[in-house]
């Protein structure tokens, strides 16, 4: 009796690591990513920014050294945050679909100036 106990213990205790370790959940790595995009007349450096499936991305748009003011947009990730010249804002994302998504700051005449980017998506 002590055995079977004993054996039904273990394959719970088993069994619960199992499904910790899995995460319960289907959305990705439950991870977050860090990654700070300086904004100058007229580039983002860098200009891509790499994620996977289901990874949190936190994004600084550091426009210290910029003199106007500047803005990032991306529809399919619902991106759309400006910041002024001398100062910093943060969003985040999290990417649900593979694939690459280009990204603009629409300030008039600074797309076209080259102020674009690419946030790369992989499974």
Known sequence: MKTRTLFLMTAAIVAMLIVTGCGGSQSGSGQTSEVTLALTEFKFTPDTINAKVGERVKVTLDNTKGTLKHNIKQADL????????????????TATKAGTYDFVCDVPGHKEAGMVGKIIVQP
């Open 78 to 93: 619902n991106i759309d945050t400006a910041v002024e010249a001398g100062q910093k804002a943060t969003f985040e994302f």
